[in-house]
């Protein structure tokens, strides 16, 4: 009885992380939005980009403080939900949440360069010369390809991307979720992936972009997020748990058990 409370205690709490980092790291997203035009001042040039950080002072930089950390919320449940799942065993499990706390670090750095990269960046350009200027354009650009470009938009949406859609098929498998939530997640993760053509973009010219690809797929992942903490707080868990609390397979599920359902990212 203390076993399995507990696991239902572990699936509560890992549902209220999810929820709580999803609708949070929105909010925050929206204020950054407001505040700072993100993410389309993200392809403006510098000096376009860096006095209008310049601009937006201190509480721009908590700001963006505040975006980072609220995202980096997210590795928790991701990192809670194997044993939420009573997955824990499972390979194929084990693998998507490495994969998935990855993505949230390299995604950590890309955002955390606006709090500790960029203001002195900004700084020495909107009171440098004109040499220093150029200076800083070079500076600037070398460490938003690499921190934004590469780290932040290019790994960490497509390691996310991995973890979701990995997290689905096996949910469409075993049936240890909805199914639904499954099929929702493969398609924001494929709609959420095209996004990498503006990624490259940045570093091939002509690289076919989709302009909505980026809104569309970071908001269906989000929605996707938030279904998922809420399908963990309102579905009890599975009834097939060992008595230790172990489940009974604790390989890749290959086929659907009998607990059948009944018939929502970052640009650093």
């Known amino acids: 009885m203390t076993t399995r409370s507990s696991i239902r205690s572990l699936r509560r709490l890992t549902g209220t992380?999810?929820?709580?980092?999803?609708?949070?790291?929105?909010?925050?997203?929206t204020a950054l939005s407001i505040a700072f035009d993100w993410p389309d001042i993200l392809r403006e040039p510098p000096g376009t980009v860096l006095?209008?950080?310049?601009?937006?002072?201190p509480g721009l930089v908590w700001l963006w403080f505040a975006t980072a950390w609220t995202y980096g919320l997210l590795a928790l449940p991701v990192l809670l939900l194997p044993a939420a799942l009573g997955l824990q065993r499972s390979p194929a499990v084990r693998v998507a949440t490495s994969v998935g706390a990855a993505s949230v670090l390299v995604s950590l750095i890309g955002?955390?360069?606006?709090?500790f990269v960029v203001p002195p960046l900004a700084d020495s350009y909107v009171t440098g010369d004109a040499v220093t200027r150029a200076a800083v354009e070079a500076a600037w650009t070398a460490q938003h390809q690499f921190g934004g470009a590469l780290l932040g938009e290019h790994l960490g949406q497509v390691l996310v991307i991995g973890w979701s859609v990995?997290?689905?098929?096996?949910?469409?498998?075993?049936?240890?979720?909805?199914?639904?939530l499954g099929t929702v997640g493969i398609v924001a993760g494929a709609i959420y992936l095209?996004?990498?053509?503006?990624?490259?973009?940045?570093?091939?010219p002509g690289f076919p972009v989709w302009d909505l690809a980026g809104l569309l797929g970071s908001t269906a992942w989000g929605l996707w997020v938030a279904a998922l903490g809420v399908a963990l707080l309102t579905r009890p868990a599975p009834d097939h748990a060992g008595a230790a609390g172990r489940p009974e397979s604790t390989s890749f599920p290959l086929a659907?058990?009998?607990?059948r359902p009944t018939p929502s990212g970052p640009r650093t």
Do not use: E, K, M
Request: net charge positive; aromatic share 12%.
């Open 111 to 115: 955002f955390l360069r606006w709090v």
């Open 166 to 180: 990995t997290l689905s098929v096996i949910i469409l498998r075993s049936g240890v979720l909805p199914r639904w």
């Open 256 to 259: 659907p058990t009998d607990n």
């Open 194 to 204: 095209l996004n990498q053509g503006d990624v490259f973009s940045t570093a091939v």
């Open 51 to 57: 006095p209008a950080f310049a601009a937006g002072g």
């Open 17 to 29: 992380l999810f929820v709580v980092s999803a609708v949070a790291f929105a909010a925050a997203a």
